[in-house]
């Protein structure tokens, strides 16, 4: 029988913009993906191994907090990545190593001829360094910068390794687990960048977030970002009148880029986020520079807003300096600076990899929905045609990535989070019986 549920909205703010049909679509899992689940429901092993989630739910939430207090700022994830090796080595894993680019990770070895499936969380936060990473607890709440993103995630990654330990479950394919660097701002995915340059016989992926175990989301956001920087000859603003100015040339670049129009579907957006400049009140400015960030969900998309925006800098420069008639040499001059490059992607709903995350949902008594487009590491292997989702960890959290309020997490029931991943990660790597579900995309 058919798994069905409830197919949310893309996208809230996409929503706001564009109303769109009231009844929710009906999302059905196929007979297959049903039929695999089911079976792994009646398994004693498996029915054991989720007690055992369970159970080793208080672990795992200290485990979190461990985590959670290890500072881990931006391009200075090391600390963590070395305490997260210790414990996947400690859990059994094989061949536990941290590459060159600081992700650590190990494999659990199925009995072979089965697709490689890769589970992991970000060890980085946004959190600078300085940053106390203290974490409180309050009427059954914990507080700390990065508590839930992604401290969620990496002890949701160890309780999942410590389930198939303890249940002995033999997999068909492998499972390498581990935790990825650079998944925040300006890391720009450079570590999932990498692990994926390195291993590219990998099948699929799995990335644990923090958020519900509800949603399924398979849809990635991409986003480019530049730094646009103008400089030109500068000057005293009463005697040097006449003169072009960098700030001028900035803000016709600007007039230039808000009336650009992108497409509503899929949602592509584009924000000024950040300008700079000048030195005086009584100076013709020499420098000024701006952020701008571009995102989609749709790579072509992407491609062509960054294709129309990119060249409104130097038409803003070229406005700036016909205006003032500047010779030659003598006018605002742009550089431009790519300072990130997230892939956007998509894949279909109905593939193996949603399927089975949706069905494991259902089969853990939960009203499973697909959720809206986001930017994770899942981001890189959809880009690239790998199947991969982004899943929640469990429990609840608020304040992720907030520097005035405290991020918190609820871990209420948060041992979900792992027993999605786990019943998930089963179906597409199969088990005793069971044919994997992840098709194999080497030969
Ligand atoms: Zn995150």
Request: net charge negative; charged share 20%; hydrophobic share 35%.
């Amino acid at each position: 029988m058919a798994i069905t549920g409830i197919l949310a909205s893309a996208g809230c703010s996409a929503a706001e913009e564009t109303p769109r049909a009231a009844a929710p679509k009906p999302f059905a899992v196929s007979d297959q993906v049903s039929r695999t689940m089911d079976t792994l429901k009646t398994m004693p092993s498996v029915a054991s191994a989720l007690r055992f989630l369970e159970q080793d739910h208080q672990n795992t939430i200290t485990e979190q907090i461990a985590l959670s207090e290890i500072p881990s700022p931006p391009f200075k994830e090391d600390r963590r990545a070395a305490d997260y090796q210790r414990r996947l080595t400690e859990l059994g894993l094989e061949n536990v190593r941290r590459d060159a680019t600081g992700n650590v990770y190990g494999v659990r070895r199925g009995t072979g001829g089965g697709p490689t499936l890769f589970v992991s969380a970000h060890l980085d936060t946004v959190f600078p360094e300085g940053t106390d990473v203290k974490v409180t607890q309050r009427d059954g709440k914990l507080y700390g910068p990065g508590i839930a993103d992604d401290a969620n995630g990496l002890s949701a990654v160890l309780s999942v390794v410590r389930a198939l330990r303890d249940s002995g479950i033999q997999t068909k394919g492998d499972i390498i687990f581990g935790g990825t660097v650079g998944e925040e701002g300006l890391g720009d995915l450079r570590g999932v960048k990498a692990f994926f340059a390195e291993n590219p016989d990998v099948d699929g992926f799995i990335t644990i977030e923090p958020g519900d175990v509800k949603k399924v989301v398979y849809q990635a956001t991409g986003s480019r970002r530049y730094k646009f920087s103008f400089t030109g000859p500068g000057g005293h603003s009463f005697g040097d009148f006449g003169r072009p100015s960098a700030i001028g040339a900035m803000g016709r670049a600007i007039a230039r880029i808000d009336e650009l129009r992108p497409p509503a579907q899929p949602k592509t957006t584009f924000t000024v986020g950040v300008v700079d400049g000048g030195t005086s009140v009584n100076a013709i400015s020499g420098t000024a520079s701006m952020q701008v960030d571009m995102r989609s969900n749709g790579p072509a998309e992407l491609d062509g807003l960054e294709r129309q925006l990119v060249p409104m800098a130097q038409a803003g420069a070229d406005d700036e300096n016909a205006r003032w008639n500047a010779a030659a040499g003598k006018g605002i001059t742009v550089k431009k600076e790519l300072i990130g490059d997230r892939p956007a992607g998509d894949q279909p709903a109905q593939s193996p990899i949603v399927e089975a995350s949706f069905a494991a949902s259902t089969a853990l008594g939960l009203a499973a929905s697909l959720g809206e487009a986001s930017s994770t590491d899942a981001n890189l292997p959809i880009n690239k045609g790998i199947p991969a989702v982004r899943l929640g960890g469990g429990g609840d959290d608020g304040n992720t990535h907030s520097f005035t309020d405290p991020e918190w997490f609820d871990p209420k029931d948060s041992h979900l989070g792992p027993q999605r991943v786990f019943l998930t990660a089963l179906a597409l790597t199969g088990a005793p019986g069971l044919d994997p579900l992840l098709p194999q995309h080497r030969p």
